[in-house]
């Protein structure tokens, strides 16, 4: 498995990293104890020899005192407390190496020393008190061997073996400290290099070892990526790529019969989008011949609406040719003739729609006052906006308005929206109507006093079947259709309708057209 030989491979490295780290250690902590050893030989080689040194000059303080009687005391004091001194930092070195060997003949040394110390102070003190009628030259001598013996033991000779002794005790040390340092240094030098070679043998080892399988996988990876699922990785063993290698296998297996399905299912797709292609070239057939049905039924309907319309009109005008009286009546006649006129148009329209399946309207373009045509819808709409008990106010222009365009349309646009306002007026109320000028053309404006359209109806109303919430509850059966139409009949003049709600409640069509670029002479 390659994770345990990687796992091993570092561990080893590992190993072998502590294994160096721990011979760093040892070799710093005897390199230090070397040091320490060595700096407290040194140490007390030094003392020793400036205790040796102190002890001679105090011999020749004392000799100069004898000699000459004008040594100065404070001389002699100084150098005795130097060599207390230099005993006492003896001791202290001395107690840091216990358990070293010679350590309890360091000890005895120096009590002798000490021991030696004090007579040599004492016996200074008493050459300078001599006895009545003492021997000078005797007591010289006795001071002189104070100085250098004690106890049957020569002093010169002790202080001299001990600072040889020391000095080589610091050479000794010397050289174990360099013997330590040279072993941690070959020892650290052996490691890192087997390190080294660990780490080489496993780089070679592992790029050997890896190379063949990752140059299989990318190669099956190439081909699946190209398509092809028949490739397969050749890969066997019990490894980590060896796994990925089957998966890839299973994966490319499971791909290639996806890739057989989606064919077979295609295939049948095809057969079925055949099949349904079919379906809907009869259903368009069947439409077709519905569509030509409708336009037969709407001929004979278009053909059967325009006899009565023809009877309504004919009628009216034979009784407006009778003697004048009864204007009322007659009025309400020539309504009647204008209203048999404008449906007659809308039979006409109907038929030409049923021959030629188009919704275009045809226009018969003129100029046109347009306060006249504002006039006659308003009249138009009296009758129905008294029976409904609204107010139907028209304000004349000051000025001719004058426009181009089919009279009969106009006045069918104008009259689409008087009658959704006389409808969604409430009784009392009033529906005002007024031609006003603009820069470029002349406006149509209605207010009504109804229930109006929300800004979110307003976007909506001239969709054909769009009908406000407010309108389809005064009025369910209405169709939507008017504004529409009007909008229709208001572009092919050039122009435009637009709602928006009033501050005082109630909704404002706004009719546009463009003015005739010539005025027509009254």
């Not at 490894?239 to 996806?258: T, V």
Request: net charge neutral; with cysteine.
């Amino acid at each position: 498995m390659i994770r345990t030989r990687l796992a091993l491979a570092f561990a080893l490295v590992a190993l072998l990293a502590v294994a160096q780290a721990l011979a760093a250690w040892w070799g710093a902590n005897a390199a230090a104890d070397y040091a320490e050893r060595r700096l407290a030989a040194t140490l007390m080689w030094g003392e020793y020899l400036a205790l040796a040194g102190d002890k001679q000059r105090l011999k020749v303080w004392f000799a100069q005192d004898m000699l000459a009687g004008d040594a100065d005391p404070a001389q002699r004091d100084r150098l005795v407390k130097q060599m207390r001194g230099s005993l006492a930092r003896l001791r202290e070195l001395a107690g840091q190496g216990a358990g070293s060997p010679g350590h309890a003949q360091d000890l005895a040394g120096l009590d002798l020393v000490d021991r030696n110390i004090e007579a040599l102070r004492q016996a200074v003190l008493s050459a300078e008190r001599p006895a009545a009628g003492g021997d000078a030259a005797a007591q010289w001598r006795s001071v002189i061997r104070a100085f250098d013996d004690l106890s049957g033991q020569d002093m010169r000779e002790m202080l001299r073996e001990a600072v040889v002794h020391k000095q080589a005790v610091s050479e000794v040390e010397n050289r174990g400290l360099a013997a330590t340092l040279a072993g941690v240094r070959q020892g650290n030098a052996g490691l890192a290099l087997g390190v080294l070679l660990l780490c080489a043998a496993a780089v070679v080892y592992f790029v050997r070892t890896l190379d063949r399988p990752f140059a299989a996988l990318a190669r099956l990876t190439g081909q699946l990526g190209r398509g092809d699922f028949q490739a397969r990785s050749g890969l066997a063993g019990r490894d980590e790529f060896a796994r990925i290698g089957r998966l890839l296998d299973s994966m490319a297996a499971r791909l290639a019969q996806a890739q057989a399905d989606s064919a077979a299912l295609q295939q049948q797709l095809d057969a079925l989008v055949g099949e349904r292609t079919r379906a809907v070239s009869q259903a368009y057939q069947a439409l077709t011949g519905a569509e030509a049905r409708r336009r037969q039924f709407l001929a004979e309907l278009s053909h059967e609406l325009r006899t009565p319309v023809t009877v309504i009109r004919g009628e009216a005008e034979v009784a407006l040719r009778q003697p004048a009286g009864q204007d009322e009546g007659r009025a309400a006649l020539a309504r009647i003739v204008d209203a048999a006129t404008e449906l007659g148009g809308r039979v006409q329209d109907l038929l030409d729609a049923a021959r030629a399946g188009a919704a275009d309207y045809a226009f018969e373009r003129r100029p046109l006052a347009l306060a006249a045509i504002a006039e006659r819808a308003c009249a138009q709409m009296q009758a129905v906006a008294r029976h409904r008990g609204v107010a139907l106010d028209y304000r004349p222009p000051a000025d001719a308005a004058w426009v181009e365009g089919d009279s009969e349309r106009l006045q069918q646009a104008l009259a689409v929206v008087l009658d959704n306002a006389v409808r969604y007026s409430p009784a009392g109320g009033r529906v005002e109507v007024q031609v006003l000028a603009e820069d470029a053309g002349w406006l149509l404006q209605v207010d009504d006093e109804g229930p109006g359209l929300a800004e979110d109806e307003i976007e909506q109303a001239f969709q054909p079947g769009f009908r406000g919430r407010a309108a389809a509850g005064l009025d369910p059966g209405g169709t939507g259709l008017g504004l529409c139409i009007a909008q229709r009949i208001l572009a092919a003049h050039g122009g435009s309708i637009a709602l928006e709600a009033r501050a005082g409640g109630g909704l404002r069509a706004t009719l546009a057209l463009p003015a005739l670029a010539e005025a027509v002479p009254a």
